[in-house]
């Protein structure tokens, strides 16, 4: 089990509130920016040609004589779609790090199918393995489907996000939980998220073995994902530099997601899950 | 260059298994623990950062290996224990040793002329002959060569321990070592030639190229241990000529002395030398070619004797015996293979004369043992070691005992053996019944120390002769380098002798300071 009673319970008072503003007008669970059919009434708008008839307010008609139809708070059923990279890379130095991110993520989806949205398994790397889930009472198929999703393989996540982009529709949200590490450039990643905006908030788990790794001496580095090897002597000096390099790509990488209008939040994958849970959502509330 | 260490095959052998050890090591060093990491762009930002932007970080691994290897070179070229030849190297010795029968008289309570010359021998092959070996050459009826110069100086320390006295008392031996002496000095000119010997040289043949490079030290004086070794005479580049005097000295106390430079005679520069016991230093003076030729050395010992290269070789005074024509074989081998004694046809001329006493055999019944009297030998220990295993046969012609006769030896009954007449000069009548074939005294080891006594009435030197043994016992004859400044010329220029094998460790352990020092600065690896 990812996630046990006590921490489910932990995670059943979160709140979701969807950035999104959805275009098509549907019946759905959450109240839309947009006026349209719902249940709620909104406002009188006067008619124009080609409303629906059936919701021109008679009674209005009767009063002043003029047409007027009645609107609606629309509301939608949010669809997120949560990228989950479980590459080799995630996997090298922590070996709990795999694990973390299911946790991670089982707790997201819970979340989120709690406050009655659609979640889509988005397991980066094996499009098989898809899946989709709507309704709360899907929640425990959906944490087996989590613990069961493999480790290893090669980030594609470039190539799956500009996917998502031409495949899914525009109200579709994009929750991706990745180290961001693949064979492109910096601006490999990012450069596909500008159609996305606010849709989209990325998280990088980072723990303690990436930042800090306890590596020391002759070493041959050997790419988790590419087999890329590389002969140094690990030494203090070169601990500092790598970290500097980490943190220069990262930071980097924070302010090209934040200029697309997307969101970069980091979380640490050695924290205990509430802990990752509250710099997800500070307030309560989920901001995806 | 000479090696003195290990083989060169062998140091071939260890450099190989060290090189391959060595990059072996650094190839496992090299195969580093691989470990996965996520991306490798940020350790590639490290290395360039840190390592790679300099020449250094690129010669990282290289240099390493190249320093370790460099240290271990160094390491084996020491164990090589290497010796520039030629002009650079220290100066080949011969010592050339007797072991005829006179060198195993006794000098003193202790030890014997050989044992004094063995130490003299020992003292300067760790003293003046530095890492090489010295050629070593022992003279009983022939000359025997025990150790080349290109031995390991433990070897020839080894066979000088070995040397023994012989029964040989005269031949061709000093003669060939001479020869053979004079043969190295022409192959290497620079080659030092020191004799110990209780012979005289008197009347030895020393050709001319042999004598600038000789020097004799007389083990049977009781010399103070002073010596003056063959100097050198170096042509220097600006024209002059460097003039180095060697003093050695054996002494157990410090001496101190005046080096005198004479031109044609008279004292010109005068050095004041200290020398510590068992010392041996070099003194450099510096003269014109024009001054060269006339040149020659004094050393004025303070509180000693003389020592001038210009006086003729030391003739060593010698005790006259006269012995009866009918004197036994063995007497007679006894006087002559001692140096200090000299036969002489008439009683007049000796300074002891020796007469047999032909008495009638008492005969004993059996052995009977040899008394030596304390007239002969006061020291009660030293009398005892020579009684030993001296014993006559069965038939003794005692000595006719008289009122003015000095018993020396005797039978255990108190039948004179031996006894010393006071009169002029002394005469010491000797039984014959010691050099029967049935006695034993004769064939003693110990025989030819106690017929030294016998014919030396005095026992030891006498106090007025003091100046005469003070005569130089050490000489060196400078005529042929001074007076032909051309021959000198031939001469390769010397240097003061550096240990390379010392110097080379030196320079290892430098490096190997340097090496912590880069490692520990991350230069290396």
């Not at chain 1, 998220?193 to 990436?210: Q, W, Y």
């Not at chain 1, 980091?266 to 509330?285: K, T, W, Y």
């Not at chain 2, 000088?160 to 040989?168: F, G, H, I, P, S």
């Not at chain 2, 430079?261 to 510096?286: I, W």
């Amino acid at each position: 089990m990812l996630l046990d009673e006590h921490e489910l319970h932990g995670l059943a008072p979160l709140r979701l509130r969807p950035l999104m503003r959805p275009r098509r007008q549907s019946p759905a669970d959450f109240s839309s920016h947009d006026k349209g059919l719902g249940l709620e009434f909104a406002d009188y708008q006067l008619f124009q040609p080609g409303d629906d008839i059936r919701h021109v307010d008679w009674t209005h008609f009767h009063k002043d004589g003029r047409l007027v139809v009645r609107k609606y708070d629309q509301h939608e059923t949010v669809a997120i779609h949560l990228m989950m990279d479980l590459s080799a890379s995630m996997a090298c130095l922590d070996e709990e790090k795999p694990r973390a991110v299911k946790r991670l993520c089982a707790a997201l989806a819970f979340c989120l199918l709690h406050n009655g949205a659609k979640v889509v398994l988005h397991p980066v790397g094996h499009p098989s393995l898809r899946r989709r889930f709507s309704a709360a009472t899907q929640w425990e198929a959906c944490h087996v489907a989590i613990e069961e999703l493999p480790v290893g393989g090669v980030l594609t996540l470039v190539d799956e996000v500009r996917q998502f982009c031409y495949a899914c529709s525009r109200r579709d949200h994009l929750v991706v939980v990745s180290d961001f590490l693949t064979d492109h450039e910096d601006a490999g990643v990012t450069s596909c998220l500008a159609d996305l905006s606010h849709r989209t908030v990325l998280i990088h788990p980072a723990c303690a073995a990436e930042v800090e790794p306890a590596l020391e001496g002759g070493l041959t580095l050997v790419e988790a994902e590419s087999a890329g090897t590389a002969s140094l002597t690990v030494d203090r000096q070169v601990i500092t530099a790598y970290q500097q390099a980490y943190r220069q790509y990262y930071d980097g990488l924070r302010r090209d997601i934040e200029r697309c209008a997307c969101r970069y939040l980091e979380v640490a994958c050695d924290d205990p899950l509430h802990r990752q849970m509250e710099s997800l959502a500070p307030n309560g509330v989920l901001n995806l | 260059m000479t090696f003195h260490g290990i083989s060169p095959a062998a140091a071939l052998a260890l450099a190989l298994g060290t090189v391959s050890v060595l990059t072996a090591a650094h190839l496992l060093h090299r195969r580093y623990r691989r470990v996965v990491v996520p991306a490798l762009r940020f350790w590639s930002a490290a290395l360039k950062k840190h390592r790679q932007d300099t020449l250094g970080g690129r010669l990282r691994h290289p240099l390493t290996w190249l320093l370790l290897c460099t240290l271990a070179g160094l390491l084996i070229f020491a164990m090589l224990q290497p010796v520039f030849s030629g002009g650079w190297g220290p100066r080949p010795w011969v010592v050339v040793v007797d072991c005829r029968a006179s060198m195993g008289l006794p000098c003193d309570a202790a030890s014997s002329r050989l044992m004094r010359a063995q130490a003299l021998a020992r003292d300067f092959l760790s003293r003046a002959a530095g890492p090489v070996g010295v050629t070593l050459i022992a003279v009983d009826r022939t000359a025997t060569v025990l150790a080349h110069a290109g031995d390991p100086k433990a070897e020839s320390l080894h066979h000088l321990a070995q040397l023994t006295c012989t029964e040989q008392t005269d031949g061709r031996g000093m003669e060939q070592a001479l020869t053979l002496a004079e043969t190295l000095v022409r192959c290497e000119p620079r080659t030092g030639v020191l004799v110990l010997t209780d012979h005289s040289p008197a009347g030895w043949d020393v050709s001319a190229s042999l004598r600038p490079c000789l020097a004799v030290l007389n083990v049977a004086e009781p010399v103070d241990n002073l010596a003056v070794l063959p100097p050198e005479v170096t042509p220097l580049a600006d024209g002059t000529y460097r003039f180095v005097v060697w003093l050695a000295h054996w002494g157990s106390e410090p001496c101190r002395a005046t080096v005198t430079v004479l031109h044609d005679g008279k004292p010109g520069e005068t050095l004041p030398v200290s020398l510590a016991p068992g010392q041996m230093r070099s003194y450099d003076f510096t003269f014109g070619a024009d001054q060269i030729a006339s040149l020659s050395v004094r050393v004025d010992r303070e509180e000693a004797y003389t020592l001038d290269n210009q006086a003729a070789p030391p003739a060593w005074q010698r005790r006259r015996v006269f012995l009866p024509e009918d004197a036994p074989p063995a007497l007679e081998a006894v006087v002559s293979a001692n140096p200090a004694h000299q036969r002489v046809t008439t009683a007049a001329q000796a300074d002891v004369c020796v007469s047999l006493a032909q008495t009638q055999a008492v005969g004993s019944g059996g052995y009977g043992s040899v008394q030596v009297t304390a007239a002969l030998c006061p020291d009660e220990d030293l009398r005892r070691a020579w009684m030993t295993d001296l014993f006559l046969g069965s038939n003794v012609s005692p000595v006719p005992e008289s009122g003015h006769a000095v018993v020396l030896l005797s039978t255990a009954d108190a039948q004179p053996l031996a006894v010393r007449f006071d009169t002029a000069p002394p005469t010491v009548t000797l039984s014959a019944s010691l050099f029967d074939e049935g006695a034993t005294f004769w064939k003693q080891p110990q025989c030819p120390v106690i017929l030294d006594a016998l014919l030396n009435p005095d026992g030891s030197r006498p106090d007025d002769a003091g100046p005469s043994y003070r005569s130089p016992t050490c000489y060196s004859d400078l005529t042929l380098s001074t007076q032909n400044p051309q021959a000198a010329r031939t001469l390769p220029p010397v240097r003061t002798h550096v240990p390379l094998a010392q110097g080379i460790l030196w320079a290892a352990l430098i490096l190997a300071l340097c090496e912590l020092v880069l490692y520990c600065r991350g230069r290396i690896v």
